[in-house]
């Protein structure tokens, strides 16, 4: 930094923040991948002998459940695909007001995890056409969900994938954290 700048100077801790800072974004920002970019990249996953795992939602304000899903996720696949629901979409599921933070944001903190490989998104009801694009080989939902009702499940299973459930930690949700926020919690 000092190197950059004219004459002698020193770098000053605020600068040194900014630096480091910067530089875990530009890696969190290099995981989020336009759905033709990450295909090729499945593809090329696959072709290593790389199981690759998928699963979505809208993570909208990261918390502690949120980070043990994906990190149970991760466990059972050597790189881990997540979609996140646009902000239109997430607003026709969760109602005016949300999300909370925008795609953009919501991709680069999610990218920002250990346990996440590529991050992308999808304004469709339900991502069974990403599912269907890149042919995880694990589909991983939340324990709140049943098998019968995870979408894309039947396709998945049909060449040989599987779907698993990561424990749902209760006690951790979006809603909570805005109903506390608000002090509209119980």
Not at 23 to 52: F, I, N, S, Y
Not at 77 to 106: F, I, Q
Not at 135 to 152: A, C, N, Q
């Amino acid at each position: 930094m000092v190197v950059g700048k004219a004459g002698t100077a020193v770098v000053t801790p605020a600068e040194l923040i900014e630096a480091e800072l910067s530089q875990h974004a530009v890696a969190a920002q290099a995981k989020v991948t336009p759905l033709d970019e990450l295909a090729a990249e499945v593809e090329a996953w696959r072709r290593q002998g790389l199981k690759v795992g998928f699963t979505n939602g809208c993570f909208d304000i990261l918390h502690r459940g949120h980070v043990a899903y994906l990190a149970q996720a991760r466990g059972w696949c050597d790189r881990l695909v997540v979609a996140l629901n646009t902000d239109a979409s997430v607003r026709r599921l969760k109602g005016e007001g949300r999300p909370v933070n925008d795609l953009d944001s919501r991709a680069v903190v999610i990218g920002g995890l250990a346990s996440v490989d590529r991050v992308t998104s999808f304004d469709d009801p339900t991502p069974i056409a990403l599912i269907e694009r890149l042919r995880p080989d694990v589909l991983i939902k939340g324990s709140d969900y049943t098998r019968e009702g995870v979408v894309g499940g039947d396709l998945v299973e049909s060449w040989g994938g599987v779907v698993r459930l990561a424990d749902f930690k209760d006690g951790f949700s979006t809603t909570r954290t805005i109903e506390k926020m608000t002090g509209s919690a119980q």
